[in-house]
Structure formats: C-alpha cells, structure tokens
C-alpha cells in the first residue's frame, strides 16, 4: 500500500484535473455558442424575471449595453409593447416548462420597435430554476408579408377599378382571375362565372366573335411568346373592343394578362367624323375666311386653303399637329386659351387676334370665332374656328374711337391720359368744372386735382380694381383751382387696343357737390330730432347697440336713464304750443350740457328724453350725472315776459345685468324706472331693480 499509494494518489489527481479541462472545455464551448449565436438569447430566473446573462445579439438588437440588462427584468425595460404578448409566454412556461414560436412585438432601447418569434425553455441552473429565451428578429419577413397582402390588395382593388375588363391566364391555360369590367364587357353567364370553366369561358368569348378562328390562334401564338400584342375585336353583334396583351407572372406562374376595352363608340364617331371631314372640306375651301377644326386637344383636323396661308402649309401637313408646331409659343398660347374658353362655354366665343401669314408675311386683325362641336350624343368633338379679317374696320372703329372719346359738348367733365398717366386732353365740361384750362393740363397728372381727402390706401384700391377689371367706378373728392373742395362721381376705363395693350385711360365725372349736401341735410333729418337737434329714435337705437357692444368688450358698465318732464301740458295749455317747443329746445340744451363727452341724450318724443350713460366705474357713479340731468330739466327758462319751468322724472336701469338683457329690455327697463319716480313724488329718480 505504501509502494503503490503515492502511484495511485497522482492518477487520481491526474484524473480529476482531466475532467475539470473537459468540464472548461465544454463550458467555454457552451459559453462560446451563447455568445456567438445569431439569434438573441437572454438568461432569467424563473422566480422574480431577473436577467443573469444576455449574449452579444441581444445586446445588438436591443441596444442595451450588458451592463444595464444584468439584474434588470423585462419590465422594468419596458421592453413588451403589448403586455399580452409576455402572458402568452407565461402561460404555456408555467403548464409545459416550455413555450415555442410566440410572434411579439418588443421595443428597443431608442423607442423603435422589431417583431421577434420567441421560443422559451426552463431549466435548472445551479440548483436554481431558470428561463432561457431565444428571440429570432422577423421583422423583414413581417413586413415583406405585409407588403404582399397589401399589394394583392392593391391588384384586387386597381383591377375592379379600371374600366377595362381583365383576364388573368396561366400558360397552361388556366384562369387565374379576372374582374367584374370583363364579366360585363364579354356578357359572361352567372353560371360560368361561379365555376370557373376554363373551356366553357372560351367556348363563350368564341362565340361572340366575327372570326373566332383568328382570335383563338392569335392567343396559342402569343402564349409562345414574351411579346406584347395590341389588336382590335369585332363581334358578331357589331360591337368592336381593343385588346391589349403581355406576360407576367401571377402568383409565381408564368402567364398573360388580357386587358379589354369597348371602343365601338369611337369607331361610330371616327366613322361620322371621316364623313363630316369631307363635307366640311368641300364647304370651307369656298369660304373667303381662314376656316378651321381642332380635336380637343388642339390637334387639328381640318382648315380651308387660306387658312393654309397663315400657315405656309398644305392641309395634309397641318392636321395631325398643334399650334406650337407653326408659331411662337406666346400665340399659341393665346390661341390655345380661346379654345379651351370656348369649350367651357359651349357656345361661341369671340376675339380678336393680330396674326402674321407666312405665305407672304403680311398681317391681319382677326376678328376670331370659335364653337365648340359636339356629336349626335352631345359629346365633345372639338372646336371649330372662322377667322374673319377685321383689319380696315378696326382701324376707322380706332380713330373713330379716339374721337368720340373727347366729348366736347358733354355735361360730364372727360379727361384722356396716356398710359403713364399724362392728360392727353380734355373737355369743356372739364375747365367748367375745375376752372383749369385744357393748355393748363396737357401733359400733368391728374394728381393736379388731388384734394387730400382721401389717403394712399384709397388710390391704390382704386388702381388695383382698375388693373383687374379695366375700370373703376366710385366718389372721389377732388379740388379746384380756385382751391374748393368738391365732390364727383367718377368713371375711369382703361382703353386696349386689339392685342390687349393699353392704350389710354378715360375718366368721366360730375360734379354732385349739390348732391351730397343735400344727402347731408337729408341724413341730419332722418337721424336727428327737428326741434331739439338731439338724435332721434332711429340714432338712439344705433348708438345703444355700439355702446352695448362696447360694454361687453371693454367689460365697463353702461347706464339707460329715460327722462319724462313733469307738468309740460300744463306749458303747452297755459302758453301754448309755441312756449312748449321753446321749453323743449331750451332744456334739450341743457340737458346735453349736463353729460359727458360721449355719452348720448336723445329725444324719445313728445316731453320724453333718453340718456345712454358710457364707461361707468360702478352704479353709484351715475348719481351725479342724474342729478345733473334733474336740475337741468327744472331750471327756469325765459319766453318773452314769461318764466317758464317744469320738473323731471328719470328711471335708470344698468347693463350687463345677470340675466342677458338687450336695448328694448333696457328701455322698458328705465320706462318702468321712470314711473316708479312719478308715483314717488317727481323731481326724483329711481333705480330698476333687476331680477
């Protein structure tokens, strides 16, 4: 024992040695594969969710340093996006111990979001139950998935959409799809539509069509072919369809989409047109006007032999091209424009036009008439023009228009300035009304006559409406030589020429001095009492609104006072009439005296009087200004050897009140005031108390 024991002691060590490297060895090749795996693992007790280890394709994906996920749980990362998606981990861990494939949604450290398939195991690690979870991102093949479904989608939604009917086959032959448009179009029957015969569905389409041989093998050569094809169908029934095709791919199938169109519509009205084209051909080349056709598109159609002067070209090499193809970009603008106008309006649509002919490059004012053409079912066809030289006429129309436009003899004064504004001339009417001579103006602005009135923003309304519309119409208050100050009605036009060019500005005006004088005096009238001067019923209204209004808004408070003179019969009947309109227009005075600047005293009728009382601090503020209004409305007035001298009653109410009250509530508010006041003896004034 004592020989061999020491032996036996090292192969013992030895042996244990050898199993502690194998025992490394296999740990650091587990240790290596946890690292290293491409898909994310993450280590966590079982018992509170606390992370022990991560690999290095968690810490990628989600961002979170090592550090900062050992003895955290995924709670308190946040990590879940949607918290049932961890109970449908639980769930399966706590009844199997394992759960595999659950697709969750987790949030990274940067707030971004993956989608991840999670497979989670228990196990015992040192004695201590623990979950092992391993997360494979699909988010790529998540949204790859949902892209399909929504391009299938969008395939499903554009093909019943079009208003083309689509076919989708297969090479084999085999109906992959098509939409609703087809089942109308081609006349499909229910029954054939349900199950989907591929040979019942050509046997149909064979059926309808003129020279169904054709069609069936056009379609067996192109399904040997990538090429794309386009065709026309005719049917027995007269109806004609385009056809277009090509190869793609349907669903990982190599085969061919068919796309369908009815154009027997077109065919009729291309048909009707040919024949129009030759009667029209046959009537326009005798027309001594440029006469035209164009598509609505602007490509021409038609057009006459002097039209083919304008342009330097036959007929045949015009139709088929546009205005941009002969002249300068501008014209054809403009031409391009008169069309479309006389398309919108259905109707003809007349203008002027100075063109250049290349057939000898003379020029001409056309006088230019456009309608738009429609067929048999009112649909557009395009616009035919008729150019009709206006040259001569406009030019004596130009100077009989410049003449006529000095009217010496008018009674309203004319004043022509050119286009910077200088006076080119003027009438007679003018130096009446002004006092200038025409040697005086000729050549100045018209600002000669600017009386200061009106402010900078008046003129330049005034000249923004006369660009816009060519004309402006409005009062303007002007001054004289002399230096008065008087009022016109004036007109200003801004005259063009046939290009559009302005050529000069003509203002027309009279004086209504007189006039406004008299709405004055007229306005005075309608808004103010006769006897008194004060403001009437009509005024007082309009006042008490704005003070209403501005009560509100400035949140200050505002008094009503009705006043009601005590014993004026008795005036009226002792002195008579006279006596009492004296009384009434001396107190009225007095009266208003007794206010404020700004507040108002109005007249309500016969010895009625109505005072609204502005911005006051609080109601017992007003207790001066009523008492004022009392002693005004006692004091004693003179007439003649006589002593004339009443008392008033006054009712006053406030606003804003807690209930919302308007201007009539308020009056009938002070009016009941006002003869609480009487019954308590006159010469008083009471309060209305709001509810």
């Given at each position: 024992?004592?020989?061999?024991?020491?032996?036996?002691?090292?192969?013992?060590?030895?042996?244990?040695?050898?199993?502690?490297?194998?025992?490394?060895?296999?740990?650091?090749?587990?240790?290596?594969?946890?690292?290293?795996?491409?898909?994310?693992?993450?280590?966590?007790?079982?018992?509170?969710?606390q992370?022990?280890?991560?690999n290095?394709?968690?810490?990628?994906m989600?961002?979170?340093?090592?550090?900062?996920?050992?003895?955290?749980?995924?709670?308190?990362?946040?990590?879940?996006v949607?918290l049932?998606?961890?109970?449908?981990?639980?769930?399966?861990?706590?009844?199997?111990?394992?759960?595999?494939?659950?697709?969750?949604?987790?949030?990274?450290?940067?707030?971004?979001?993956?989608?991840?398939?999670?497979?989670?195991?228990?196990?015992?690690?040192?004695?201590?139950?623990h979950?092992?979870?391993?997360?494979?991102?699909?988010t790529a093949?998540?949204?790859?998935?949902?892209?399909?479904?929504?391009?299938e989608?969008?395939?499903?939604t554009?093909?019943?959409?079009?208003?083309?009917?689509?076919?989708l086959?297969?090479?084999?032959?085999?109906?992959?799809?098509f939409?609703?448009?087809f089942?109308?179009?081609?006349?499909?029957?229910?029954?054939?539509?349900?199950?989907?015969?591929?040979?019942?569905?050509?046997a149909?389409?064979?059926?309808?069509?003129?020279?169904?041989?054709?069609?069936?093998?056009?379609?067996?050569?192109?399904?040997?072919?990538?090429?794309?094809?386009?065709d026309?169908?005719?049917?027995?029934?007269?109806?004609?369809?385009?056809?277009?095709?090509?190869?793609?791919l349907?669903?990982?199938q190599?085969?061919r989409?068919?796309?369908?169109?009815?154009?027997?519509?077109?065919?009729q009205?291309?048909?009707?047109?040919?024949?129009?084209?030759?009667?029209?051909?046959?009537?326009?080349?005798?027309?001594?006007?440029?006469v035209?056709?164009?598509d609505?598109?602007?490509v021409?159609?038609?057009?006459?032999?002097?039209f083919?002067?304008f342009?330097?070209?036959?007929?045949?090499?015009?139709?088929?091209?546009?205005?941009?193809?002969?002249?300068?970009?501008?014209?054809?603008?403009?031409?391009?424009?008169?069309?479309?106008?006389?398309?919108?309006?259905?109707?003809?649509?007349v203008?002027?036009e100075?063109?250049?002919?290349?057939?000898?490059?003379?020029?001409?004012l056309?006088?230019?008439?456009?309608?738009?053409?429609?067929?048999?079912?009112?649909r557009?066809i395009?616009?035919?023009?008729?150019g009709?030289?206006?040259?001569?006429?406009?030019?004596?129309?130009?100077e009989?228009?410049?003449?006529a436009?000095?009217?010496?003899?008018?009674?309203?004064?004319?004043?022509?300035?050119?286009?910077?504004g200088?006076?080119?001339?003027?009438?007679?009417?003018?130096?009446?009304?002004?006092?200038y001579?025409?040697?005086e103006?000729?050549?100045?602005?018209?600002?000669?006559?600017?009386?200061?009135?009106?402010?900078?923003?008046?003129?330049?309304?005034?000249?923004?409406?006369?660009?816009?519309q060519?004309y402006?119409?409005?009062?303007?208050?002007?001054?004289?030589?002399?230096?008065?100050?008087f009022?016109?009605?004036?007109?200003?036009?801004?005259?063009?020429?046939?290009?559009?060019?302005?050529?000069?500005?003509?203002?027309?005006?009279?004086?209504?001095?007189a006039?406004?004088?008299?709405?004055?005096k007229?306005?005075?009238?309608?808004?103010?009492?006769?006897?008194?001067?004060?403001?009437?019923?009509?005024?007082?209204?309009?006042?008490?609104?704005?003070?209403?209004?501005?009560?509100?808004?400035?949140?200050?408070?505002?008094a009503?006072?009705?006043l009601?003179?005590?014993?004026?019969?008795?005036?009226?009947?002792?002195?008579?009439?006279?006596?009492?309109?004296?009384?009434?227009?001396?107190?009225a005075?007095?009266?208003?005296?007794a206010?404020?600047?700004?507040d108002?005293?109005?007249?309500w009728?016969?010895?009625?009087?109505?005072?609204?009382?502005?911005?006051?601090?609080?109601?017992?503020?007003?207790?001066?200004?009523?008492?004022?209004?009392?002693?005004a409305?006692?004091h004693?007035?003179?007439?003649?050897?006589?002593?004339?001298?009443?008392?008033?009653?006054?009712?006053?109410?406030?606003?804003?009140?807690?209930?919302?009250?308007d201007?009539?509530?308020?009056?009938?508010?002070?009016?009941?005031?006002?003869?609480?006041?009487?019954?308590?003896?006159?010469?008083c004034?009471?309060?209305?108390?709001?509810?």
């Amino acid at each position: 024992m004592a020989v061999h024991s020491p032996t036996v002691g090292l192969g013992e060590a030895d042996a244990h040695r050898a199993s502690e490297q194998a025992l490394e060895e296999a740990n650091l090749r587990l240790q290596t594969i946890f690292d290293y795996n491409p898909d994310v693992m993450m280590i966590s007790r079982f018992a509170d969710g606390q992370i022990t280890d991560v690999n290095q394709a968690c810490v990628r994906m989600f961002g979170y340093a090592r550090e900062e996920l050992i003895g955290r749980t995924t709670l308190d990362l946040g990590i879940w996006v949607r918290l049932q998606d961890r109970q449908a981990m639980v769930e399966p861990l706590l009844t199997h111990g394992y759960c595999e494939n659950v697709e969750s949604e987790f949030r990274l450290k940067d707030g971004s979001t993956c989608v991840a398939s999670l497979t989670a195991v228990i196990v015992p690690l040192q004695g201590v139950s623990h979950i092992i979870s391993t997360l494979r991102d699909i988010t790529a093949r998540k949204q790859a998935e949902d892209r399909l479904q929504a391009s299938e989608a969008l395939l499903r939604t554009t093909m019943e959409s079009i208003d083309e009917g689509v076919l989708l086959v297969s090479q084999s032959g085999a109906v992959l799809g098509f939409n609703q448009r087809f089942v109308t179009l081609w006349r499909v029957p229910q029954e054939i539509v349900q199950v989907r015969q591929d040979g019942a569905l050509l046997a149909h389409v064979l059926d309808q069509l003129l020279e169904p041989e054709e069609f069936a093998a056009a379609v067996q050569s192109l399904y040997h072919s990538q090429d794309e094809a386009r065709d026309t169908l005719r049917f027995k029934d007269g109806r004609v369809f385009a056809r277009y095709t090509r190869a793609l791919l349907v669903r990982d199938q190599p085969g061919r989409i068919w796309c369908f169109k009815d154009i027997t519509q077109r065919e009729q009205t291309e048909a009707k047109l040919v024949e129009s084209r030759a009667l029209l051909k046959t009537l326009t080349h005798a027309i001594p006007d440029l006469v035209w056709l164009k598509d609505p598109n602007g490509v021409y159609l038609a057009c006459n032999q002097r039209f083919e002067q304008f342009f330097g070209a036959e007929e045949k090499d015009i139709v088929g091209k546009t205005d941009y193809d002969f002249v300068e970009p501008e014209l054809a603008d403009f031409f391009r424009k008169h069309d479309q106008l006389a398309m919108s309006l259905g109707k003809a649509s007349v203008n002027e036009e100075w063109v250049g002919f290349a057939s000898d490059g003379h020029r001409e004012l056309l006088e230019t008439t456009k309608t738009a053409i429609f067929d048999g079912e009112n649909r557009l066809i395009g616009v035919l023009g008729i150019g009709h030289d206006i040259t001569d006429r406009k030019r004596a129309e130009n100077e009989l228009r410049l003449s006529a436009s000095v009217f010496h003899h008018a009674r309203e004064a004319i004043m022509i300035t050119d286009p910077q504004g200088g006076i080119v001339d003027v009438n007679e009417a003018f130096t009446r009304i002004t006092g200038y001579g025409r040697a005086e103006v000729l050549g100045l602005n018209p600002r000669i006559l600017n009386s200061g009135h009106q402010r900078q923003e008046f003129f330049a309304r005034m000249w923004r409406d006369l660009n816009a519309q060519g004309y402006w119409y409005g009062e303007v208050w002007n001054r004289r030589k002399s230096g008065e100050v008087f009022a016109v009605m004036q007109t200003i036009s801004a005259v063009k020429d046939a290009h559009g060019h302005l050529q000069h500005y003509v203002a027309l005006f009279s004086d209504i001095t007189a006039i406004k004088e008299n709405e004055k005096k007229l306005e005075h009238i309608a808004h103010y009492d006769a006897l008194t001067s004060l403001p009437n019923r009509v005024l007082l209204a309009d006042r008490l609104q704005q003070a209403l209004a501005r009560s509100q808004r400035r949140e200050h408070l505002l008094a009503v006072a009705y006043l009601d003179l005590d014993g004026f019969k008795a005036i009226n009947d002792h002195y008579g009439h006279d006596a009492g309109d004296h009384l009434l227009a001396a107190l009225a005075a007095r009266m208003r005296l007794a206010l404020r600047e700004g507040d108002t005293l109005a007249r309500w009728g016969g010895d009625e009087f109505v005072a609204v009382l502005l911005d006051l601090v609080d109601a017992s503020s007003t207790q001066p200004l009523l008492l004022r209004l009392l002693a005004a409305a006692a004091h004693p007035v003179a007439f003649g050897p006589h002593t004339l001298q009443v008392s008033a009653s006054l009712g006053v109410t406030f606003f804003p009140q807690a209930r919302e009250a308007d201007s009539e509530q308020l009056l009938r508010q002070a009016d009941q005031a006002m003869y609480r006041a009487k019954v308590a003896g006159k010469n008083c004034y009471c309060v209305f108390a709001a509810a």
